[in-house]
């Protein structure tokens, strides 16, 4: 393998360059276009934050050429980092609606991989929403009337609460639970435990959080 002098891949240049030519011809070279950077991202993560994050049409256009291109070579969607965390996580923390859509008409479950090892893409969503709409502008905390509990009732009523007063509304978190995705206290009972036990992404798949054993909730009591 070919590797430049920073420890990056070719492949990685020409995604840089978004050099379609150059990817089609290193990848019949015998580079795997599945391979990761040195921080554990496919190469398609790196296509998919350049389209992300073009700075206009023409060039959203050819970078979303590349991401189709890297697809037919034989790149998926649905690979996940060294993490186990989605390539929806990206485009949700930029709030770019049209990438997270895209990505998922193409296929990509927001069920499967992570945020964070112990969080779901839906609670990245709806936290990064609440953050970004409302605590970073210095607005006050969201406090939903009494009965307003569940994922869906909440959104809609934070989405009535901002369209009326002229704020930005919850579109991916809506997206998002239109495509199944489910909040961490939703995948816990789904596998077969109580909403507030919590899981994490382990070994390829959800799991419901162990309980700590008497030993360990003995030590913490004696060091508190």
């Known amino acids: 393998m070919i590797v430049v002098e920073d420890g990056q891949h070719p ?4 995604i840089d ?4 030519a150059e990817i089609a011809r290193l990848v019949a070279s015998g580079a795997d276009v599945g391979m990761r950077d040195f921080v554990g991202e496919p190469a398609i993560f790196k296509a998919v934050t350049a389209a992300e994050f073009a700075e206009d049409g023409d060039e959203r256009e050819q970078r979303m050429d590349v991401v189709r291109g890297l697809m037919e070579l034989g790149a998926s969607l649905t690979a996940l980092d060294d993490n186990g965390r989605n390539i929806l996580v990206g485009p ?8 997270v859509g895209w990505l998922l ?7 499967h991989g992570c945020a964070e090892p112990w969080e779901t893409i ?3 969503a709806m936290f990064d929403y609440e953050h970004e709409a409302w605590m970073a502008r210095g607005l006050a905390p969201l406090n939903p009337p009494s009965g307003v509990e569940n994922p869906d009732a909440w959104l809609a009523w934070v989405d009535h609460e901002a369209a009326q007063l002229g704020y930005l509304r919850p579109t ?3 997206l998002l639970r239109q495509h199944g995705a489910l909040t961490g206290a ?13 899981v994490e992404w382990k070994r390829s798949a959800w799991r419901l959080k162990e309980a700590p ?7 913490d009591l004696n060091h508190g």
């Open 11 to 14: 492949l990685f240049e020409a």
């Open 17 to 20: 360059n978004a050099d379609l």
């Open 92 to 99: 949700i923390l930029g709030l770019r609606v049209d990438m």
């Open 105 to 111: 008409e193409q296929g990509v479950n927001p069920n």
């Open 122 to 124: 839906c609670d990245l």
């Open 172 to 174: 991916l978190p809506l």
């Open 186 to 198: 939703e995948m816990a009972a789904k596998l077969g435990g109580t909403p507030q036990q919590g």
């Open 213 to 219: 054993s008497i030993e360990s909730v003995a030590g």
